[in-house]
């Protein structure tokens, strides 16, 4: 996990005031299952006394001071992870301070973020990691685009899928999801293991309409 300090403002008059910065921690894509390494580091920074941080020439406050993907589709998604850190962090502080809520802790490290995820952003970032992964890995079937769409919108909706016959959910399974998750590494298992849970338990259930 990375290390970044956030600028905690309120709002007085129509201006904003710098309450201070609260440290904050992000992971890597890599992090996260992706296989993907930045194009361009994180600018090293220290901390001063009041947490601001300082470029380690001593030069002015960095307004980046985070790491860059060549792949815009790559960057976005390091973006909402990282927008997903942020949020979790401001709602875990007292109105107008930067004091943590009574036995709120920030996440330092990826296990502890994954644990929170579903109350957060977060979780949505995983499923989508998830989902973009699935669809890649649908390009490498000799199946059609309109199949592979088909497929994938499955995957993308567990109501759709669930409501499906339950011949083309064994299919599903066993031709597509199965199949997907065997190339899989422990690391991309381990972080999309919720989401994955989710969609396979969709397409073990019995479908609402066939009681209609």
């Not at 006394?49 to 030069?59: A, E, I, L, Q, Y």
């Not at 422990?186 to 969709?202: H, I, S």
Request: overall charge negative.
């Amino acid at each position: 996990m990375n290390q970044f300090s956030m600028k905690v403002s309120t709002k007085e008059n129509d201006k904003y005031k710098l309450l201070g910065y609260v440290t904050v921690y992000y992971p890597l894509l890599s992090e996260l299952g992706f296989d993907v390494e930045p194009s361009k580091a994180a600018v090293e920074y220290t901390l001063d006394s009041d947490g601001k941080p300082v470029c380690k020439d001593k030069t002015d406050e960095p307004n980046q001071a985070l790491p860059e993907y060549s792949d815009k589709r790559v960057q976005w998604a390091f973006d909402a992870v990282f927008a997903a850190v942020k949020a979790d962090a401001r709602n875990k502080l007292q109105t107008k301070s930067i004091e943590l809520k009574p036995d709120a802790t920030i996440a330092d490290t990826v296990e502890e973020l994954i644990a929170t995820a579903e109350r957060s952003g977060a979780a949505l970032v995983l499923r989508n990691a998830m989902l973009v992964c699935f669809k890649e890995w649908l390009k490498t079937t000799d199946k059609s685009s309109a199949v592979q769409q088909g497929v994938y919108g499955l995957a993308a909706s567990t109501t759709n899928l669930a409501n499906q016959p339950q011949s083309k959910k064994e299919k599903f399974l066993e031709v597509y999801w199965t199949e997907f998750a065997a190339t899989l590494d422990t690391d991309q298992l381990e972080a999309w293991e919720r989401p994955m849970k989710a969609v396979e338990d969709a397409a073990n259930s019995k479908s609402a309409l066939d009681e209609m």
